[in-house]
């Protein structure tokens, strides 16, 4: 791979020796992809303190001599999102966000979608005034629908049964069934959650409606709950980790003991 620019959002910063960081970066262009900033530990000005996780860059990178790791050479921040990093409840859910990227995304392939939501998550979340978890209820619908992890919603998994013809208000779901599961079959396959057809109704729009309408949906303290229980189990099942940062995030909305 020769040198090219893109613009690109940090998942991971590590360091690496004294001196050097390596980054792990999702770029428009070419997805996933780690480089080298030399230097960058050592020299707070030698790229400006701009390498923080979930910044927003415009970056050149070199392929090095021996054909190893990519070498940061340029980085300009487009966006530093000093808002999210402000906040505590903000920086734990960009955090979040973040790391589960990291944790499906593999290197090689173009994921434009997936950019587009992440950054436009990170930016309404970076303006004052928004409420965090709608916010993080549209961003995993979308990520479970571009990862082909999406789940059933429309009829039960077992036998096919519609879930509009299903005569209950709230509506059993299995993370190992992948969706919804009708009373009937409900004792075959472990139905381990629940759901209110009208929380099942908001999900789908997170999905499928016009992203910028997105945070205009209203939900009810109880709909706003039951998704984020629901997602924040169905989505470490289905990538088959738990990100740490989910701990966190899940540790501090308890409060303090
Ligand atoms: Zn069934």
Redesign the pocket.
Known sequence: MSGFSTTAIILRRVEYGDYDFILTLFSRDRGKISAIAKSAQKSKRRFGGILELFSLLEIEVGSSRSGGLLILKEAVSRNLFSNIRSDIKKTAYACYWTELINLWLEEGNTHPALYEVFGYVLEQLDRAGIDEEPLSILFQMRFLSIAGLKPNFES??????PTADIDASMVFLSLSAGGV??????GSRSANMKLSKGTIKLLQWMDGGDITKAGRIRFSAAEQKESLLFLESFIPYHIGREPKSLKFLKNYRRGPL
């Open positions: 039960c998994a077992n036998c096919r049964r599961i009708c009373p009937s079959c409900s």
